[in-house]
């Protein structure tokens, strides 16, 4: 999910930055007003920004990007607005200390990992009032995957990057039946194209993390309850 330094324009990094810094900033001051005194969350936020930090450093690399475990649901459930300022702070470790990623490029990972999380706050507080905590884990952690696919291909598509190493992808999907009529459609879009391939690439990563959400928030739920407090207040 990490996109490496070099590979984006500096429009795309300078919008990415502006996203990003805007982000902290209206979800620092929505915190404050919903939360009240952001510094007795500073345990847990440090908690969720080391199990982010370690998830995010097992990585396999397809370029331009990479795949590995984010947690971004999961961060995004427990935090909810103040998932984006633990992504940031785990994503510029990962820069500064092991090379993942980039700085220059902090300000697109931040953002294409950060606003997914808000998002997957929202999707679990809907879909708990009608499923359980399992499954509308799941789903929320999934979801928040496919949000930051579909920005990276958005991203992509932007900066003029092709998928040449992934076009074998392409060529798998058009033999399966339930696919090939999705490929077809899309094969002379730059842009579906991209959209195709990144979600087919990332397809395991967005099952891998339902299932680790649908597992880990119940039990959080029932071992730790305190930690979803704040899910709970907003309730």
Known sequence: MHISDGVLPAWVLVAGWGVLITTLAITAAWSRKKIGNISEKIPLIAVVT??????????LPVPPTSLHLV????VGILLGPLAPICIFIGLLLQALLFHNGGVTVLGVNGAVMGLPAVLAWFVFKALTKKANT?????LASAFSIFISTVLLAVIFA???IHFGGLAELADIASGIPVLSSVVSALANSAFGRTVVLLLLMNL?????????GAFIVPFIEKVKPEMLELYKQRN
């Open 50 to 59: 080391a199990a982010f930090f370690i998830a995010c450093l097992v990585s």
């Open 158 to 160: 932007a900066a003029g």
């Open 71 to 74: 947690l971004s649901g999961l």
């Open 204 to 212: 395991p990563l967005m099952i891998i993390e339902g299932i680790i």
């Open 134 to 138: 399992a499954i509308s884990a799941g």
